[in-house]
């Protein structure tokens, strides 16, 4: 009998501590809000549930990132609203250079303009983020992408950072655009050929940039345009340099002023009154030129001498069309960026979704239904008080309350 009770007694302790432990462990759920707070409370829960933190802590960093590459392309497509804004005033500088009345001290403080437009486009093509990284250094190898290097009395720019930029993923921008692209790489003359003015021609003809008519037709070949004869009685021959040979059709034709001169696929309008011997060089603009170079091609031009008006409306006429070329690239290369950071917005919302969607996940497989739980835990505490009254009742009782 000894036995009996202590085997029964060490029996209904064990099961009250067990019933006190459960009970405490609900607790601690409940207080948490948590069903899985360990890997022992419900193992193949626990394994899921970390896989799910993973995937949302990817999700995260993807977000953060996102939101380190927007600042930039905003900075970016800020800073190329500026160059535009500094380009189009090089622009109107440019036309007013070319107007006929003004003398050397108009056309110098005009020059003396273009050379500060410069330096600040110079300036903000080496604009960097609130992190220190180059916004136009492309795929980097630079702090400063852009350098100048003064010599011959003029500052050439030069790219030094790496060409090309990342694309645009699922989940992520680029953080730097590629500068050489956007300032670097622009069509000289028409961006097909250029025509250029000898310093030797006395005359006054100048031509227009000219413009392709027939791809097809093109050669890519140098040419040279070279007039003879007397006033009132002018022709021209053309001579494809890269042959040596003239061109079939154009050798002794009459010239006219303003009339189109065509072949080979190419048309361009010369206007003025040429002398005997000057000349009209024709290239094949296979290099692309820079905006810097072309703003001081126009400073350039704009201070050539008061008996060199013709080269100067023609070399100034050329800059204009570069000027408006690189234009071009600008624009394009803001509205680039403007669809990265409409892509960001549509990104954005992509990589919320997923948070959402993970966090749900994560949610069912570790946390508690609070009203279940509650109810268990009340269930569990009336047990408790059950077992512990029952206990107490087992205990009083004896043989001798019996006898007696």
């Known amino acids: 009998m000894r036995v009996a009770t202590a085997h029964a007694y060490d029996t209904t302790i064990a099961q009250l501590t067990q019933r006190q432990a ?23 829960a626990a394994t899921m549930s970390e896989a799910v933190q993973n995937r949302l802590a990817r999700v995260q960093s993807d977000q953060r990132a996102l939101d ?13 609203g500026e160059s535009g804004e500094l380009i189009q005033k090089v622009r109107d500088l440019i036309l007013s250079g070319g107007n006929p009345t003004y003398g050397p001290i108009e056309r110098e403080s005009i020059a003396q303009q273009i050379s500060g437009l410069r330096d600040q486009l110079f300036s903000l093509t080496n604009r960097q983020d609130g992190t220190g990284r180059s916004l136009f250094g492309g795929l980097g190898g630079s702090a400063t992408p852009f350098v100048q290097t003064f010599g011959g009395g003029s500052a050439e720019v030069r790219f030094e950072g790496r060409r090309g930029q990342q694309a645009a993923g699922d989940n992520q921008l680029p953080q730097a655009m590629d500068g050489d692209a956007i300032w670097m790489r622009i069509p000289a003359g028409n961006g097909t050929f250029a025509l250029d003015l000898p310093a030797s021609n006395t005359g006054s003809m100048r031509s227009d940039t000219g413009q392709v008519t027939n791809l097809s037709a093109l050669t890519g070949h140098d040419y040279r345009i070279d007039f003879s004869g007397t006033a009132g009685s002018m022709q021209y021959s053309v001579t494809d340099v890269t042959t040596g040979t003239p061109v079939a059709g154009q050798t002794g034709v009459a010239y006219s002023a303003g009339a189109q001169i065509a072949f080979d696929g190419m048309s361009f309008k010369v206007v003025g009154e040429p002398v005997a011997g000057d000349r009209l060089d024709l290239t094949s603009s296979s290099a692309p030129t820079d905006l810097f170079k072309v703003m001081q091609d126009a400073m350039d031009a704009l201070r050539l001498g008061t008996g060199e008006g013709t080269q100067r409306t023609h070399d100034l006429g050329r800059a204009l069309a570069e000027i408006d070329a690189g234009h071009d690239r600008v624009l394009l290369a803001r509205a680039q960026a403007g669809e990265w950071l409409n892509r960001a917005d549509s990104i954005e919302g992509l990589l919320g979704d997923r948070e959402v969607d993970h966090a749900t996940e994560q949610s069912r497989l570790e946390d508690l239904d609070m009203v279940k739980g509650i109810s268990q835990f009340q269930s569990q505490q009336i047990g408790m008080e059950a077992a512990l009254k029952s206990y107490a009742q087992v205990q009083r009782l004896s043989l001798f309350q019996y006898v007696s």
Do not use: M, N
């Open 68 to 80: 380190s590459s927007r600042t930039s392309i905003q900075q970016a497509e800020s800073a190329l």
């Open 22 to 44: 459960e009970l405490v462990a609900q607790q601690e759920r409940i207080s948490s809000g948590k069903r899985v707070a360990r890997a022992s409370d419900d193992p193949v």
